[in-house]
Antibody, heavy 121, light 109 residues
Framework: QVQLQESGPGLVKPSQTLSLTCTVSGGSISNSNFYWSWIRQHPGKGLEWIGYIYYSGSTYYNPSLKSRLTISLDTSKNQFSLKLTSVTAADTAVYYC?????????????WGQGSLVTVSS | QSVLTQPPSASGTPGQRVTISCSGSSSNVGINPVNWYQQLPGTAPKLLIYSNSQRPSGVPDRFSGSKSGTSASLAISGLQSEDEAEYYC??????????FGGGTKLTVL
């Protein structure tokens, strides 16, 4: 059974960088059948697709976040990570990592439990 | 305001059948598959329907999906109290990003 777990600081100051890591167990992030995705949910709001990474290192980002976003992976640790620079209060959200299908990258079949990140001084 | 439009709320009594709509356009729902997610309060979303009408293993056959043109629907028959949740549709958009609907809060009366 594939499991994903987000980790990282729960509080980030404005203008700083938000960093989260997703640890995958029960499956390899080097599996060519899947992408590894990030999604966020602002408090009391709907879901927003952030982007994904493939085992080869190729990435695809939401155009609205692209200038501030980096998704990377560490195959030796079976982890992938998100970095979002120059954060503001508008980046306060629950951040989810998830596994997505190679043929439909918004088909997210396994999710982490979510990590609340608050941007505040 | 989401590009995929869902009604903000829906309701039904136990045993009833309810449907939730998802309206998109020719750049997303019209040409790409639709997936549905169920989010119970305080939990991560769960894949409910994929590729318009397919159920993952373990999802009861009370849940069904369909798509026609630029719209999709999720139907829940034999409504149960545990179905009370937020439901989201999702589809890839050819402006090159993933899209979620705004979500529909289902209340079981």
């Amino acid at each position: 059974q594939v499991q994903l777990q987000e980790s990282g600081p729960g509080l980030v100051k404005p203008s700083q960088t938000l960093s989260l890591t997703c640890t995958v167990s029960g499956g390899s992030i080097s599996n060519s059948n899947f992408y590894w995705s990030w999604i966020r949910q602002h408090p009391g709001k709907g879901l927003e697709w952030i982007g994904y990474i493939y085992y080869s290192g190729s990435t695809y980002y939401n155009p609205s976040l692209k200038s501030r976003l980096t998704i990377s992976l560490d195959t030796s640790k079976n982890q992938f990570s998100l970095k979002l620079t120059s954060v503001t209060a508008a980046d306060t959200a629950v951040y989810y990592c998830a596994r997505s299908n190679y043929y439909d990258s918004i088909l997210l079949d396994y999710w982490g439990q979510g990590s609340l990140v608050t941007v505040s001084s | 305001q989401s590009v995929l439009t869902q009604p903000p709320s829906a309701s039904g009594t136990p045993g009833q059948r309810v449907t939730i709509s998802c309206s998109g356009s020719s750049s997303n729902v019209g040409i790409n598959p639709v997936n549905w997610y169920q989010q119970l309060p305080g939990t991560a979303p769960k894949l409910l329907i994929y590729s318009n009408s397919q159920r993952p293993s373990g999802v009861p056959d009370r849940f069904s999906g369909s798509k026609s043109g630029t719209s999709a629907s999720l139907a829940i028959s034999g409504l149960q109290s545990e179905d009370e949740a937020e439901y989201y549709c999702a589809s890839w958009d050819d402006t090159l990003k993933g899209l979620f609907g705004g979500g529909t809060k289902l209340t079981v009366l």
